[in-house]
């Protein structure tokens, strides 16, 4: 039986550990490399996703049993290391993986001196490249100018390898602006900025580079994010921004859960009422969704109450992709296009319904009453509003109600730019 044995390490100062293996390097299957010393003359680590030549110094010893062909398997070792464009599969401790394309740099180096009857050592050093290649041209989606305290866009990722995109916002008048939070509901990444400790005035620039992963300001300032930053996946992605505005509250809510509603059968519609504690602008509700199958489009209203229920005058509404809702539920951000003025004590509806009727819509609340603000109801095929209160006991919905002040006073430029990544 022939073995090699490999211990190697990149040329520089920082170090990391990780294993790594050449496919088709001499023995099959892959032989293992334990590289302990890592480091890119640059300072940055070798697991990373920069386009970034490495070169990478391989040390290691060939052992056979028997004197006979030694020659001959030195050098098969020497025509395998040398073949052209082979991949190194680096694999971190965390699981996480990187490939290079590996080529040989001179020749392999083997010590005369250290030649036995079964034993030689030798020395090779490898020129370690991306093995993406990158479009030079950035391919830019430019939004339209923001002035209210949500958008949204569907961009279309080309190439064949996740790119790194930029995301740019572009101050025209900072107003009273006072944090951002992008969304990548594709993957449901999501990073917020909060700008009051910054200074974020008229014609700067707010910049979240997932390249880098860092967040600036006019490209020179980095400033604090929470979050993570977001991934983008080839095909279609939903992208969303939230603005807050000064002042911006969370007013009425119930968070406690117990039960599963399932809008099917008899049900048609799913309603909670709530008063508001001051009279500001709703501008965003959240609530506690799930699905049982594809409900297709979900539309949130807000409507006014008339006798205790909905009275069908709808003062805002959005909507949503029920696909994007997991069976087990989470809690889903609604903005409304444009803020809804709201009175306080006053009694308002949150009514959702599916596009499909037949099964689909989960939305999860309590089985006893724990919010006196407001109540539950469900719209039957009869054409009817009716409380649903088994036993006499008020049942409430999960939910989120989310208030500013004023309108923003805000102008915004948004842009997502990204050079496409090839393998």
């Not at 090699?4 to 023995?27: C, H, K, M, P, Q």
């Not at 395998?80 to 991949?87: A, E």
Request: include cysteine.
């Amino acid at each position: 039986m022939k073995q090699v044995y490999f211990d190697g390490w990149l040329v520089g100062n920082t170090r990391e550990r990780i294993i790594a293996s050449f496919e088709d390097i001499y023995s099959s299957p892959e032989v293992e490399l334990s590289l302990s010393e890592i480091a890119e003359s640059d300072g940055s680590l070798v697991f990373d996703s920069r386009e970034r030549s490495k070169i990478l110094r391989l040390k290691g010893h060939l052992l056979t049993p028997n004197l006979s062909g030694f020659l001959g398997v030195v050098d098969e070792l020497k025509e395998n290391l040398s073949k052209r464009g082979k991949k190194l599969r680096v694999v971190r401790g965390d699981d996480s993986e990187r490939e290079w394309i590996a080529s040989l740099q001179g020749a392999v180096r083997i010590a005369q001196e250290s030649y036995s009857s079964t034993y030689a050592q030798f020395e090779a050093d490898f020129l370690c490249e991306d093995p993406f290649s990158y479009d030079p041209f950035w391919t830019t989606w430019s939004g339209v100018t923001i002035t209210g305290l949500y958008a949204s866009t569907i961009l279309a990722i080309s190439g064949t390898k996740e790119p790194l995109p930029e995301i740019n916002y572009y101050a025209v008048n900072s107003g009273n602006l006072t944090g951002i939070t992008f969304v990548n509901k594709s993957t449901e990444d999501r990073i917020f900025i909060d700008l009051l400790p910054v200074e974020f005035g008229n014609g700067d620039i707010l910049t979240i580079d997932c390249y880098s992963k860092k967040v600036f300001i006019n490209d020179t300032f980095e400033t604090a994010f929470s979050g993570m930053f977001p991934s983008f996946p080839l095909g279609l992605n939903t992208l969303e921004t939230y603005f807050a505005a000064a002042t911006t509250i969370e007013d009425q809510k119930q968070v406690e859960t117990e039960l599963r509603y399932v809008i099917g059968g008899s049900w048609y519609k799913f309603a909670q009422s709530f008063r508001p504690s001051v009279s500001w602008n709703l501008y965003r509700v959240s609530l506690l969704l799930g699905r049982d199958g594809d409900p297709g489009t979900v539309t949130v209203e807000i409507q006014t109450d008339n006798s205790n229920e909905p009275s069908g005058t709808v003062l805002g509404s959005a909507t949503i992709m029920g696909t994007s809702l997991p069976e087990n539920g989470k809690w889903v951000d609604i903005s409304f296009p444009s803020p809804i003025s709201l009175t306080a004590d006053t009694s308002y509806w949150i009514v959702v319904y599916p596009q499909n009727q037949a099964g689909t819509l989960v939305w999860i609340g309590l089985t006893y009453d724990n919010y006196s603000r407001g109540k539950l109801l469900i719209y039957r095929y009869t054409g009817t509003w009716e409380w649903y209160s088994p036993y006499g006991i008020e049942r409430e919905f999960c939910f989120r109600t989310h208030m500013v002040t004023a309108n923003p006073t805000y102008t915004i430029n948004w842009e997502v730019k990204y050079k496409r990544r090839w393998r």
